[in-house]
C-alpha cells in the first residue's frame, strides 16, 4: 500500500503479505502517513478509492477535520437512492457523462455525507437480449454505468468533486506504475518477505530521490519519467580526467549548459 502527498511523493508504503484484502488496516494505514508529517502539520484532505470506503476512516476524517473523497460501494441503499434520482436533477458533465447528487450514511457513521453519482453513457443491453443474459451480467453492465464519490467537502459543487477526485490517476496511480515500472519493483528478488520489504524500501527511497533530483532540471525535463532522463541524461558519454591536480569531465560540447545548469541549481538548492 502507497501513501501519496503533493507532487507524487511517497510518504509510505506498507509492504504486505499478497493475500492481504486491500481495505485491511486502512485507517491505521492513514495513521501511518500522518506520522510522517513535519509536527503540527496535518492532511488537509485524503483522497482514497473504494478499499477506503468504510465508516471508521469517515469518521477519523470528519473527527481530525480532514476533508475526504472514497470513491464509493455501490450496495443495496446506494442503489436506492440512485434509483429515486429523478431525470431532471441529472446534470450534464460531459459529453458521455451526467452527474446528480445525494445525502447518504451508512451503518457507524457518526455524521451523513454527500455522495456524487456519475453516470455514463454507455450502449444499453436491447430489451429483447434480456432473457438471455444472466443477472450477474446485467448487474455488471449497471454497474459499469454509474460510478460513485463520497465527500464531506460542502463547498466544493458535484462537478468540481469529481474533477479533484480523478486527479488521483496522476498523482497516484500513474505514479505507482513509474515506481513498479521504471525502478523495478514489479519483480521481487527473493522468496523472503522482509528481504522484499527492504528491497521495496530502497525503491521507493530512490523514486523519492528522483523526484527531488527533478527538480533541479530544466523544466523541459521534469515531466519526463525516469526512463526517459536514463535515455536524455543518465546515458551521456564522458570522460573523467586527472591532470596537473584537477579531476574533470570532459563530456560534448552540446550537453555542456544541461550539465552546468544542473551544477548551479543542486548548488543554490544546498544553500536554502
Not at 85 to 90: A, L, R, T, V
Not at 116 to 145: A, C, F, N, R, W
Not at 200 to 210: D, E, P, S, V
Amino acid at each position: 500500500m502507497i501513501g501519496h502527498i503533493n507532487g507524487g511523493w511517497v510518504i509510505d508504503a506498507d509492504f504486505r503479505d499478497g493475500n492481504e484484502a486491500p481495505a485491511s488496516e486502512n485507517l491505521e494505514f492513514i495513521k501511518q502517513c500522518q506520522l510522517q508529517l513535519p509536527i503540527g502539520t496535518k492532511f488537509d484532505r485524503v483522497r482514497i478509492d473504494s478499499a477506503g470506503y468504510q465508516a471508521s476512516i469517515f469518521n477519523y476524517c470528519d473527527k481530525e477535520e480532514m476533508l475526504f473523497t472514497i470513491s464509493g460501494r455501490k450496495d443495496r441503499s446506494v442503489w436506492s437512492s440512485i434509483n429515486d434520482i429523478k431525470d431532471d436533477e441529472w446534470e450534464t458533465l460531459s459529453k458521455k457523462e451526467k452527474i446528480s447528487e445525494f445525502f447518504h450514511t451508512m451503518n457507524g457513521t457518526n455524521n451523513a455525507f454527500r455522495m456524487i453519482v456519475v453516470k455514463k453513457d454507455i450502449t444499453p443491453i436491447l430489451p429483447t437480449l434480456e432473457g438471455y443474459i444472466s443477472d450477474e451480467v446485467m448487474q455488471q453492465h449497471k454497474d459499469e454505468m454509474y460510478y460513485c464519490i463520497a465527500t464531506n467537502d460542502n463547498d466544493l459543487t458535484a462537478k468540481e468533486i469529481v474533477k479533484l477526485h480523478r486527479q488521483r490517476g496522476e498523482t497516484s496511480e500513474n505514479k505507482i506504475k513509474e515506481l513498479k515500472n521504471g525502478f523495478n519493483m514489479s519483480y521481487l528478488p527473493t522468496s523472503d518477505f522482509e528481504a522484499n520489504s527492504f528491497y521495496f524500501a530502497i525503491g521507493t527511497l530512490a523514486y523519492n530521490l528522483f523526484l527531488l533530483f527533478k527538480q533541479i532540471l530544466d523544466k523541459s525535463l521534469q515531466h519526463h519519467t525516469v526512463k526517459t532522463i536514463r535515455y536524455k541524461l543518465y546515458n551521456i558519454a564522458g570522460k573523467v580526467i586527472s591532470h596537473a591536480r584537477e579531476t574533470v569531465l570532459k563530456v560534448n560540447e552540446q550537453f555542456m549548459e544541461l550539465l552546468q545548469n544542473i551544477r548551479i541549481k543542486a548548488y543554490q538548492m544546498s544553500l536554502e
